[in-house]
């Protein structure tokens, strides 16, 4: 049986992964999007390492682990200049 972290880890991840779908389905690039996307990923680990240190059962919580940093991964290759708009972005907000 799954346990409440390791399904919150996955709807984070899922999450994210809709979010940067969607920014990359609109012409240009709408900033609020991805970082929305980013911030839900990294809600995903975190809950995900909440998951690892109470020990549930499963490996769902080590699935949305590694999909995390295989979705940055892919981000990264195909969308190289999207970390650094997200950054530059975020420079400008604060």
Known sequence: MLKKRS???????????????????????????????????????????????????????FISLASFFIILFLITWFKTFEIVLIMTWLKNVT
């Open 7 to 61: 399904i919150w880890s996955i709807v984070f991840i899922v999450l994210g992964l809709l979010s940067f779908r969607i920014n990359w389905l609109i012409e240009g690039f709408f900033e609020p999007i991805a970082l929305i996307g980013t911030v839900f990923l990294l809600l995903g680990v975190v809950v995900s390492f909440f998951a690892i240190f109470k020990q549930e059962k499963g490996n769902m919580k």
